[in-house]
């Protein structure tokens, strides 16, 4: 219809939804925990429960095509690492770690993630480049993508036809 619907009521900053493949769902950061936390409810609003348990801030979740995964960052002790967990936030696995990673977004096969990553700012007051990278979600096959100048904030295309 067009119409918006508030689904949460709480005094906290909820950010980042990302609706699951077949939109029953609806995975977002929240910190009304008092941290950061990664939080899934029905597209309705209704029962909502966390899925984040580990140490650290977890933000920028989002689903997998397939619907089994979610993929994430995570802050925790000085670094910013890429990861995915299984939807009930079991089986969490870190697949990076560095100064800055962030933005991740899944290939429409859900084997493979994009990021951006930004290096530790140098001691002669430039700052450090930002470049665009993909990883296998095993963790395997990082690899830089080359683009004329820094790059951020990366996003799929869906599948296109032959």
């Known amino acids: 219809s067009g119409a918006s619907r508030q689904l949460t009521n709480a005094p906290s900053i909820e950010t980042a939804p990302s609706f699951s ?3 029953s769902k609806i995975v977002f950061e929240s910190d009304r925990s008092g941290g950061q936390q990664i939080y899934i409810m029905d597209a309705n609003g209704q029962n909502l429960r966390r899925v984040s348990s580990g140490q650290g801030r977890y933000g920028t979740p989002v689903w997998s095509p397939r619907g089994d995964l979610i993929a994430f960052t995570k802050q925790n002790q000085g670094r ?3 990861g995915v967990m299984r939807i009930d936030g079991s089986e969490e696995r870190l697949l990076t770690a560095s100064f800055l990673d962030e933005g991740p977004t899944w290939a429409p096969n ?6 951006f990553k930004q290096d530790a700012p140098i001691d002669d007051g430039k700052s450090a480049s930002v470049n665009l990278y993909k990883i296998d979600i095993t963790g395997f096959r990082e690899t830089r993508i080359i683009t ?3 790059g951020s904030d990366p996003a799929w295309s869906p599948l296109l036809p032959n």
Request: hydrophobic share 35%.
């Open 21 to 23: 493949p077949d939109g």
């Open 80 to 82: 910013f690492h890429i």
């Open 110 to 115: 859900g084997r493979v993630l994009m990021y």
């Open 148 to 150: 004329p100048s820094d």
